[in-house]
Nanobody, 123 residues
């Protein structure tokens, strides 16, 4: 198991940017495929973006072109750069890890989760 800690959530105006971080407190992140998910009140958890151990990425259509996932294995940290934020991006954001090389945007594929960081975007 890997213990994950997210940070960087905040309340911002629409059009602004935020960068979220997810740090591993235990195992090296280089062992894992990583992803960001989000969940708004009353909605199901939604896959936002993922990156595998080799740097391949995938994005949901709703964030493509605005969000960028990256990882710094030396710092054991995953990042999510969010630009041009919209009110519909308001949610609790979670990072998740899956041991190995398979990656994607299905929550059931991930076995390790952080506690989340809140992003609120006002229009």
């Amino acid at each position: 198991q890997v213990q994950l800690l997210e940070s960087g959530g905040d309340s911002v105006q629409a059009g602004n940017s935020l960068r979220l971080s997810c740090r591993s407190l235990t195992n090296p992140l280089s062992w894992y495929s990583m992803a960001w998910f989000r969940q708004a009140p009353g909605k199901e958890r939604e896959g936002v973006t993922a990156v595998d151990r080799f740097g391949r990425t995938t994005y949901s259509d709703s964030v493509k072109g605005r969000f960028t996932i990256s990882r710094d294995n030396a710092q054991n940290t995953l990042f999510l750069q969010m630009n041009n934020l919209k009110s519909e991006d308001t949610a609790m954001y979670y990072c998740a890890a899956r041991f190995g090389t398979i990656f994607g945007l299905r929550p059931d594929d991930y076995t390790n989760w952080g506690r989340g960081t809140q992003v609120t975007v006002s229009s």
